[in-house]
């Protein structure tokens, strides 16, 4: 197959990270007989340096014409005064809206060998294997803003069409796994939430009737995420549930520094990027966790090429590495000795290779 994949290394370990992940999609072609063009483009603070502007034209029509997009991690403090004119999120916020993704994939399992890099107990953490849609474009952070001396207001806003077509991803996920959906809301308080659960109820009764769907509250959620995580299979949240929700299941998996997510639309083509950040404090030093964007390069095979199989052996790879014992520093135990960032990149590549 040929496919045109942007790679966006973006900020501070965003490049690092992201170089790995080139290798490691470099080998996958050669080694299944696929040809990957992985253009490069400037994004975020990088290109706000280098043109004004963090999605310069150049940067946005490669996007909208590749068939996924591979992204590190944008911003950092260069980029964050109060006054600043162009900053980094703005550009990612853009490019979001540009590729008309709507539905944020987080999924977190539990690696056994990292079982014990987790500062919750290790018996609760076995088997957690779950998926969160998240939606992305509507609800609180979208709504009109306004503030007076004396009073703010945020307006949370939802439609049935936002709620439908993200309902239809999680159903469409849910039936590749386990076929459970928890869908959260805020439903006795909410009126938003009112509307979400009976567009989902209704979704899921008549486009999914082989789904088992149950709703909880989100301070239910927040709760039995850390009580019983291996409970979940796919859980569909709004917005800002989901914004929260995610970080605090991504300490299930002991460090940030290793899950993936995908952004997705209508069409195949979707963004893909490691949940962290760009980690200023460690940029520039080699030694940042490349797992988080090796597997997001996976979820870019699987998702936007179809290239299930070509996904899972980058995931076993992972997994195998992760068993014979290769550790960056955010997931080595006490005196557990460490490697760099290329180091794992290798580490991964030579299971691949085998
Ligand atoms: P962060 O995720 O960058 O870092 C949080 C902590 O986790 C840091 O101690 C960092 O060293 C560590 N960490 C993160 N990724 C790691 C990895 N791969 N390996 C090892 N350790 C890792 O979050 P932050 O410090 O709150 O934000 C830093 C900058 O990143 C800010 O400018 C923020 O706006 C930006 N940010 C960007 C994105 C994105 O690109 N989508 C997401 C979140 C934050």
Not at 169 to 189: E, F, H
Request: net charge negative.
């Amino acid at each position: 197959m040929k496919a045109l994949i942007a790679v966006l290394g973006g900020d501070g370990i965003g490049p690092d990270v992201v170089a790995q992940a080139v290798r490691v999609l470099g080998a996958t072609a050669r080694h299944f007989g696929h040809e990957f063009e992985l253009a490069p483009a400037l994004f975020g603070g990088a290109a706000i340096d280098a043109h004004g502007d963090g999605l310069p034209p150049a940067t946005l029509d490669l996007c909208k014409r590749a068939d996924g997009v591979l992204l590190g991690a944008i911003g950092g403090p260069k980029w964050s005064a109060p006054d600043a004119k162009a900053r980094p999120e703005t550009a990612l916020l853009r490019l979001r809206r540009e590729l008309g993704v709507y539905a944020n994939l987080r999924p977190v399992a539990v690696h056994p060998a990292l079982r014990d890099a987790s500062t919750i107990k290790a018996d609760v953490l076995d088997g957690v294997d779950l998926l969160f849609v998240r939606e992305l474009t509507g609800g609180i952070y979208f709504g009109e803003k306004r503030r007076t001396a004396t009073d703010a207001t945020d307006v949370c806003t939802y439609t049935v069409a936002e709620i439908e077509r993200v309902t239809r991803v999680a159903g469409t996920l849910a039936r590749a796994r386990r076929k459970r959906v928890t869908s959260i809301d805020k439903s006795n308080v909410l009126e938003t939430s009112r509307l979400w659960r009976s567009v989902v109820e209704r979704v899921i009764a008549t486009e999914f009737p082989d789904i088992a769907l149950e709703h909880m509250l989100v301070d239910a959620a927040a709760m039995h995420l850390i009580r019983r995580p291996r409970e979940f299979d796919v859980l569909l949240t709004e917005n800002m549930f989901g914004d929260i929700l995610t970080d605090e299941a991504s300490m299930l998996a002991g460090s940030l520094g290793v899950l993936p997510s995908a952004a997705l639309g209508d069409g195949s083509r979707g963004l893909y990027e490691p949940i962290h950040g760009s980690a200023p404090d460690i940029a520039g030093r080699g030694i940042a966790n490349p797992i988080g964007t090796i597997l997001s390069a996976a979820l870019l095979l699987r998702h936007s090429l179809g290239l299930d199989t070509e996904a899972r052996a980058i995931e076993r790879a992972v997994s195998e590495a992760l068993e014979a014992g290769a550790r960056t520093a955010d997931i080595a135990g006490p005196g557990v000795p460490v490697m760099t960032t290329g180091g794992m990149g290798e580490e991964i590549l030579k299971r691949l290779r085998a």
